[in-house]
């Protein structure tokens, strides 16, 4: 039986997988972080602010889009009235948008209101 750990090559071989797959890992694993945060401004009414952050592959976002995951996350609250005054996706590169598709980690700031004001 050949033992593999004794070959030059396929130690330098598995160096490169592991270095290779190491990126790719990480930012796997920081496709799920998501937060919202709500300020009250009166007894039934305030702000919120709620973030999604997704890795892009080949066009697939993991483990949602960005935008997604931030208005998820916001309507999970289940708060009454909710209105979104302000949407910031990053990065953001115009026309040349399309090449975040192939391999990219992106975020989304959603900023709303919540509740009744009284008028």
Known sequence: MRVFTNNPGYVA?????????????????????????????????????????????FGVDVPRSALNQARENASDAGLHNMEVSQVKIRPYWGMFDFLLEIISVRSATIHGTWGYTAD
């Open 13 to 57: 071989g598995m160096r490169r997988l592991i270095l290779c797959l190491l990126p790719v890992l990480l930012a796997l694993s920081l496709g799920a972080c998501s937060s919202v945060e709500f300020v009250r401004d009166t007894e039934s009414s305030g702000t919120f602010v709620a973030t999604g952050t997704s890795f892009t592959i």
